[in-house]
């Protein structure tokens, strides 16, 4: 099975700065015939259903606000909040769909500094 | 914009059976593939598997063994079956659809299972 390990478990920043948060594969997940990245990440508020927010490691889906963006390719990837509201509170996860079985990183609580 | 709405009992005894249906609508339930995902209370998410429109299925290995997905195409319905349950399979249950290429969107907005006596 893939290992996805995100990085920081938590994180609190301060409104208006930057949030970063880290996603790690234990193998590549960039597929050599498509040469896409078969990541994605979302979005989890409290008591709702994970919301997709970037798919193939960067390319955020319709109605996602551009302060969201996803970067990164094969082992290593990352999402960027560029100036965090207070919306935006939240659990972070991401996935990867490289693979049978699917698996997601733990998760990153998002909280306001 | 297709929507889906998880159903079924919210407390099973253990060593019984947990049984969940998805209802589809606003879309059609086929071509596409179906899944199933878990999230334990305060824990990380857990793909249990696929099914397909045609009835095809790919299931986790973790769980390969207990569980049963199925479609009813006439309803647009599809089902979780998973036996043998434990205190450890108390979870968050969602019904997803997969999307082109493999990532879940929408989910359903999760129903939640206890297994206890």
């Known amino acids: 099975d893939i290992v996805v390990t995100q990085s920081p478990d938590s994180l609190a920043v301060s409104l208006g700065e930057r949030a970063t948060i880290n996603c790690k594969s234990s193998?590549?997940?960039?597929?050599?015939?498509?040469?896409?990245?078969?990541l994605a990440w979302y979005q989890q508020k409290p008591g709702q259903p994970p919301k997709l927010l970037i798919s193939?490691?960067?390319a955020r889906e319709s109605g996602v606000p551009d302060r969201f963006s996803g970067s990164g390719s094969g082992t290593d990837f990352t999402l960027t909040i560029s100036s965090l509201q207070a919306e935006d509170v939240a659990v972070y996860h991401c996935?990867?769909?490289?693979?049978?079985?699917?698996?997601f990183g733990q998760g990153t609580r998002l909280e306001i500094k | 914009q297709v929507q889906l709405r998880e159903s079924g009992p919210g407390l099973v005894q253990p060593s019984e059976t947990l049984s969940l249906t998805c209802t589809v609508s606003?879309?059609?339930?086929?071509?596409?593939?179906w899944t199933w995902i878990r999230q334990i209370p305060g824990k990380g998410l857990e793909w249990i598997g696929y099914?397909?429109?045609?009835?095809?299925?790919d299931y986790n290995p973790s769980l390969r063994g207990r569980v049963t997905m199925s479609v009813d195409t006439s309803k647009s319905q599809f089902s979780l079956k998973l036996a043998s349950v434990t205190a450890a399979d108390t979870a968050v249950y969602y019904c997803?659809?997969?999307?082109?290429?493999?990532?879940?969107?929408?989910w359903g907005q999760g129903t939640l299972v206890t297994v206890s006596s």
């Open positions: 997803v659809k997969v999307v082109t290429g493999g990532m879940f969107d929408p």
């Open positions: 606003g879309g059609s339930i086929s071509p596409y593939y």
């Open positions: 099914i397909y429109y045609s009835g095809a299925t």
């Open positions: 193998q590549s997940l960039l597929y050599n015939s498509d040469n896409k990245d078969y």
């Open positions: 193939w490691a960067s």
């Open positions: 996935l990867q769909h490289y693979s049978i079985p699917r698996t």
